[in-house]
């Protein structure tokens, strides 16, 4: 009967389209700014400003699959930097092997930090990596894997609120400590680095630099559209409930432990790819990306951004590291951290649902609609979730 | 995942009964549950046919919501059986969600709808049918689906408020919209905690037809409320809990009219 007056749901709403085309557009415009310009044009965007827009993107995408748990699930993870280690470090594995002989002692198959730890033969968890295609995988199984297993206790337990991100802090903190022990195989303190080729290309070339950035671009846009395409489905809107209201998602049937690993698990892989894009553009991968206070900058990114928006979480990671390249080379270096929690305190205080919630919020009000219609985006709760106790 | 991603998991093994010890639709004998020592039940039985609806009263602490609990698997008795369907199910063996696909739905005290969700939304997540996260994610609304949403907002009466958000809804719209929800379960057995708490007399006495109505399409019923007018209103046989065991049974003049009711009631 009055079906036919419900809204069909759209994929991209008038803000996905945006970002999409502002996305795939800096994936035209940066790289045709490189080569099509003359370096003293005003226009011209240098390489190494095309790298660092690429870590941005990275983080971006990083930002998105935070945002896919916290915003939409309420899994706020403090060790999510973890599984996009996990991923840099799948990747960085690809590219000490791809070295070979070029090394500074010209071991063909042992990278430097084991002849210098006297090793004489390869781990076993470290064949195969010569092969692109193996490595490519475990950028995706390794995160996935970590965070199946982890999800699955800590989800099936029940383990909720402030307890589990205190857990998955310290998951990232224990990988902390375990990457910084060099008997672990992965390079020990100094991380893997010394980067040569790329699929036979020269990592440093600038060609490599442009492509690379090109796909970090297309890499955010397929990960929004992934998790558009998600939230949106009736999965998302088991997620949304559990979000809201747990107990009533168990009541109803559904296993909500379930949604939340199956959930969990694709952020991780997001995260994972994210990390194995950001390794080459910086040419270095070490423990200090485990490091607990690196995923709560995450948090932060989200929350400045708009939790519960998508294109919120990738523009605050943007715009937060733009601000942080900024301050930290200049006179206020010594004063960033006091920024970075200055702005999260204010942003909670004064913005909670962040920049792209307040756009949301605002454009609402102005349509002709009765406000308590469903927004195209479905925003969270105005507020950032209460502490709550475990159950 | 892949055992609950079925449609319709048949009862899980652990849960088959023995026997068959009774033909009622939910069966409880000698339930205890204690917390830190105090009673919350004390060996309460009694029994719900199919097709009836019950209404259970008592004063706080009686063990209303305690009874709730243990029936959907919230909470485990220490001693008892609680069967279901007939003695065919061990309810005490499974856990929430398992109990709720098997048919028994349950309203909460306090309205619980999906706030951040449109009200037809809400109605499509309650809806009978898939719960496997995976399927879920590329799953498409049938006709049938959509009729039989449309036949729950006649029911819930709420068809002019299809597209607003569950948290806007008034507090009484709220109560409708989470019976309307426990409708598109399709359970054999409905719960519910004080629907017509914070209503308005008009709203109670829709709220006390529209019960009588799903429960004149075969879905059993049972209700706790301490509205003593609404329970009049329901016109059913009624149950007085007291201390976590049941004290009086009857229609509700044969109930009020029980000295120890009066007594629990009036004080002594």
């Not at chain 1, 990232?172 to 992965?186: E, I, K, V, W």
């Not at chain 2, 426990?182 to 007399?201: F, H, N, R, S």
Request: proline share 5%; glycine share 10%.
């Amino acid at each position: 009967m009055s079906n036919a007056l419900t809204p069909q749901p759209v994929l991209l709403g008038k803000s996905g389209l945006v970002f999409l085309a502002v996305v795939l557009g800096a994936a035209v415009l940066v790289p045709a700014l490189n080569l099509l310009t003359s370096p003293d044009s005003a226009l011209h965007v240098p390489t190494y400003v095309v790298s660092l827009l690429g870590k941005y993107l990275t983080y971006a995408l990083l930002a998105l699959s935070v945002d896919l748990i916290w915003g939409y699930v309420g899994i706020l993870s403090l060790g999510h930097g973890a599984f996009f280690a996990l991923g840099g470090y799948a990747m960085g594995m690809y590219l000490m092997r791809q070295i070979g002989p070029r090394g500074v002692y010209g071991d063909p198959v042992l990278p430097d930090f084991m002849v210098f730890l006297n090793w004489k033969e390869l781990p076993w968890f470290w064949h195969g990596f010569d092969m692109f295609p193996f490595a490519a995988l475990m950028v995706l199984l390794a995160p996935g894997i970590l965070a199946l297993v982890f999800g699955w206790f800590a989800f099936r337990s029940r383990v909720t609120g402030v307890y589990l991100s205190i857990i998955t802090q310290a998951m990232t903190f224990a990988l902390l400590l375990a990457f910084f022990r060099n008997d672990m195989g992965f390079g020990g303190n100094n991380g893997l680095t010394d980067f040569k080729d790329i699929l036979g290309f020269n990592i440093q070339a600038d060609g490599t630099r442009l492509v690379l950035f090109v796909l970090s671009a297309l890499a955010l846009a397929l990960g929004y559209v992934l998790c558009r395409f998600l939230v949106r489905s009736h999965f998302g809107k088991v997620l949304i409930a559990i979000r809201d209201a747990e107990t009533r998602v168990r009541f109803t049937g559904y296993r909500a432990e379930n949604y939340k690993v199956v959930a969990f698990v694709v952020s991780a892989m997001l995260a994972g790819i994210a990390g194995a894009l950001y390794v080459p553009q910086v040419g270095i991968i070490n423990p200090g990306e485990f490091s607990p206070a690196n995923s709560i900058e995450i948090i932060v990114w989200v929350a400045v951004g708009g939790r519960g928006t998508l294109v919120g979480a990738a523009l605050g990671a943007v715009l937060v590291n733009y601000a942080k390249t900024y301050f930290t080379s200049g006179l206020l270096a010594p004063y960033w951290l006091f920024m970075l929690g200055g702005l999260f305190v204010a942003v909670t205080l004064f913005l909670p649902k962040g920049i792209v919630g307040t756009f949301y919020d605002w454009r609402r009000a102005r349509a002709p609609a009765p406000e308590d219609l469903a927004p195209d985006d479905l925003a969270p709760p105005d507020k950032l979730p209460e502490p709550k106790p475990a159950e | 995942m892949s055992a609950t991603d079925t449609l319709e998991p048949d009862v899980p093994v652990e849960a088959i009964a023995k026997k068959d010890l009774t033909e009622a639709l939910l069966y409880l004998d000698g339930v205890t549950v204690t917390f830190d020592g105090f009673r919350a039940l004390n060996s309460l039985s009694f029994t719900v046919d199919p097709g009836e609806m019950r209404a259970v009263i008592g004063p706080n602490g009686a063990g209303k919501t305690t009874m709730m609990d243990v029936i959907t698997g919230k909470t485990r008795p220490d001693k008892g059986d609680v069967f279901f369907a007939g003695g065919t199910t061990d309810l005490t063996k499974l856990d929430e969600t398992q109990i709720a696909t098997l048919g028994i739905g349950r309203k909460f005290q306090k309205p619980t709808v999906f706030e951040m969700h449109t009200v037809i939304d809400n109605l499509r997540l309650a809806l009978k049918g898939q719960r496997g996260a995976l399927a879920n994610i590329f799953r498409r609304e049938t006709a049938a689906e959509r009729e039989k949403i449309d036949e729950i907002f006649e029911t819930i009466k709420l068809s002019g408020h299809r597209d607003r958000l569950g948290g806007a809804l008034s507090h009484g719209q709220k109560q409708w919209l989470e019976i309307g929800m426990l409708l598109a379960q399709d359970p054999k057995l409905l719960l519910v905690d004080e629907p017509v708490a914070g209503m308005t007399d008009a709203e109670t006495a829709q709220t006390a037809e529209l019960l009588r109505e799903i429960n004149a399409n075969g879905h059993s019923v049972v209700v706790v409320e301490h509205d003593m007018t609404f329970v009049r209103d329901l016109g059913v046989r009624v149950m007085c809990l007291h201390e976590g065991s049941v004290l009086a049974e009857g229609t509700l003049d044969q109930v009020s009219a029980n000295e120890r009711v009066i007594e629990v009631y009036l004080g002594r």
